[in-house]
């Protein structure tokens, strides 16, 4: 059934991290909101893992990607709760452990290999068929700040969806975006160009913003190693409101 607005995780995290706040704020209004975490899937059992990919698991304190997966989606259930909304998985993998594809953390964050050149299509493919679009939906997803290639693959499906009629905005990219060079070098790009920004004061629900990002506790030394996360939040969220108050940034997307 069709919903009123469609949120785009690439991974568990990161709608809580980068809008949690505006979805809390559409459930306390009466909108129907569901979160779709794209890259929720496992690879076979089977397939060797790379170096970096084993790192991750150690990082994360888990003996396989089946078991590092189940526990990321009791802590996106339980994330999502919180906010109030519903949350979907679709069966995408995770580019760490995607095939022999990307060996580091910068190569995550290049461009999108040649095999995973069909991913974009995809997405938006998968995102049609779930049946949660309609005519009024709203699609929300990542503006790809950071250059995460997963992020990268699913703001090519928004732009496909868009092509398709769908009402698209961006989110920036939490924590990339707290990157003011990452950040500028983003909004300057030409598939941005014409983008309209919105601000939205969320301070009424930053404290449901940090209890749903406090409950990806598989992530939080990783994505907070040097500021206590909730301390950090806040500060992003006052610099994106300019100060005064605490807000999320969108940018609507017209292609």
Known sequence: MPVAHLFLAPHFDDVALSCGGEVARLVAAGEDVVIVTVFAGAPPAAMLLTPYAAWHLVEWGVAS?????????????????????????????????????????????????????????????????????????????????????DHQAVFAAMRLLAARGVRVRGYEDYPYAADEAEYARRLAAPDLAGATPERIEIAPWLETKVRAIGCYTSQLALLFPDTPMPEAVRTYGNRVAGGTGIAERFWWLDW
């Open 65 to 149: 990607v089946a078991e590092a997966m189940a526990a990321r989606r009791i802590e996106d259930e339980a994330a999502a709760a919180i906010l109030g909304a519903a949350v979907h998985l679709l069966p995408f993998v995770d580019g760490v452990f995607r095939d022999d594809r990307y060996h580091s953390w910068d190569e995550l964050r290049t461009r999108l290999v040649p095999a995973d050149a069909t991913l974009p299509g995809e997405i938006a493919a998968a995102l049609m068929a779930s049946g949660s679009i309609g005519l009024g939906t709203v699609v929300t997803g990542p503006l790809a700040i950071g250059r995460h290639v």
